[in-house]
């Protein structure tokens, strides 16, 4: 077997290790210039949790005119229902929903990565030789979707991901939170940590609803309102 990691039977399994270090180094750069990368991306990602036709039923309501528990309901006929529920099993069972978007990629790849070594390793001490490397990318995509599966779920027990189906992201507004990461200024958003009725962690980007203020780590705040991806906050006139 190639010693080389970047030999041509390794190389796809190498990339995506390097994918790994690539994304834990823009997270702690962002993380530095008081951004946060992974909410940035889960901001401009739609909702794919099993969980968002569950949202729908409370939000969609009133769009829509029926609510619909789990998404196929009533409106399952037209919208194509069971081809959603499908979809939600699929991406519920990769544990989508349950960890940030970025926590998903970075598991993938590792899973991707790590199986497709370990496969070539183990084809090499069998064969002599070896697989190619899109024959043995079949198997390690299998590897890396049941690592995502796996460990989406362990991780998720300690990192929430911001939205669930138990609410919705416009009921943030008037919620007390703390900025959680990096310091809050005008054009230049900082992490905040709010905790719903439900106890369940939430992360936003955020920044002063009046210019000129700075909002520093540990200060607490309290949505005003919310400006695409971005919350606007207030200090907190209690704390």
Request: net charge negative; aromatic share 6%; glycine share 16%.
């Amino acid at each position: 077997m190639p010693t080389d990691l970047f030999a041509a039977p390794l190389l796809p399994f190498s990339i995506a290790l390097c994918g790994v270090v690539a994304i834990a180094v823009l997270e702690a750069l962002s993380a530095i210039v008081g951004h946060s990368l992974s909410g940035i991306v889960d901001d401009a990602m739609p909702d794919l949790s099993a969980g968002s036709h569950a949202e729908l039923g409370v939000d969609g309501a009133a769009g829509g005119g029926v609510e619909t528990g789990a998404g196929t309901g009533a409106q399952g006929g037209v919208d194509g229902g069971f081809e959603g529920s499908f979809l939600d099993g699929a991406l519920d069972w990769l544990s989508f929903g349950r960890v940030p978007f970025l926590v998903l990629v970075i598991l993938f790849l590792l899973g991707f990565g790590g199986s497709g070594i370990a496969l070539q390793a183990a084809a090499d001490a069998l064969f002599g030789a070896p697989l190619a490397p899109l024959l043995a990318a079949i198997p390690a995509l299998f590897g890396g979707g049941l690592v995502m599966r796996h460990l989406g779920r362990v991780v998720g027990r300690i990192i929430p991901k911001e939205e669930t189906a138990a609410i919705s992201r416009e009921s943030f507004v008037g919620r007390m939170g703390v900025v959680s990461g990096g310091t809050a200024r005008t054009g230049l958003p900082a992490q905040i940590r709010i905790t719903d009725e439900h106890g369940t962690t939430h992360y936003l980007l955020a920044e002063p609803d009046d210019e000129g203020e700075t909002f520093g780590p540990g200060t607490p705040v309290i949505v005003v309102s919310l400006a695409g991806a971005r919350a606007r906050v207030m200090r907190d006139p209690t704390a």
